[in-house]
């Protein structure tokens, strides 16, 4: 006969168990909320499950940019679009449209260094991780040691696959 588990749970436990982290964290604000504003069930659910799902969808553009390695860089509202002269600003919001993702098209930026080449990239990226998708920032160097280090055939099919499982591979 199995044993009735005594411990003693609270709404918030339970909350926490079916995965409604957000509403357990707030459960007594939520509560009075919706008693001061004396909400129905109805609207209640509803201001459960839209708190859910907006924290769920932070948390998820957390883990894509923690996971896409971008680390610092200067976000395009800080460019200076004076300089370099040479830079095409239609082509590169057409690139931040992401256009070429769902073609499966490549974006190859060329350019002397110290022009911002690796800052776009980063945007780019970045573009990508707030519109849903999955990117990976590395370097050549860092691609290429990482694979040659690999030492069976196996275990490069594997990292093969880690470098393709993103939507979007920057590659610098």
């Known amino acids: 006969m199995p044993s009735a588990d005594t411990t003693p749970t609270t709404p918030a436990t339970e909350l926490r168990r079916l995965g409604l982290n957000r509403t357990a964290d707030d459960l007594n604000d939520i509560i009075a909320m919706a008693t001061r504003k004396r909400w129905s069930p109805t609207a209640l659910l509803e201001h459960i499950a839209a708190a859910e799902l907006e924290d769920r969808q932070r948390r998820s553009v957390e883990r894509r940019l923690t996971c896409a390695r971008l680390g610092r860089f200067k976000p395009l509202a800080d460019w200076d679009w004076n300089w370099p002269a040479a830079l095409e600003r239609p082509a590169l919001e057409r690139i931040l449209t992401l256009d070429f993702l769902s073609r499966g098209e490549n974006v190859i930026l060329v350019g002397a260094?110290?022009?911002?080449?690796?800052m776009l990239a980063k945007n780019i990226a970045?573009?990508?991780?707030?519109?849903?998708?999955?990117?990976?920032?590395?370097?050549?160097?860092?691609?290429?040691?990482?694979?040659?280090?690999?030492?069976?055939?196996?275990?490069?099919?594997?990292?093969?696959?880690?470098y393709s499982r993103p939507a979007l591979l920057a590659v610098d």
């Open 113 to 118: 260094q110290g022009l911002g080449k690796t």
């Open 126 to 162: 970045h573009q990508a991780i707030l519109a849903g998708h999955s990117a990976l920032f590395t370097t050549a160097a860092d691609l290429l040691l990482d694979l040659n280090g690999q030492e069976t055939a196996r275990t490069l099919e594997r990292r093969l696959k880690h």
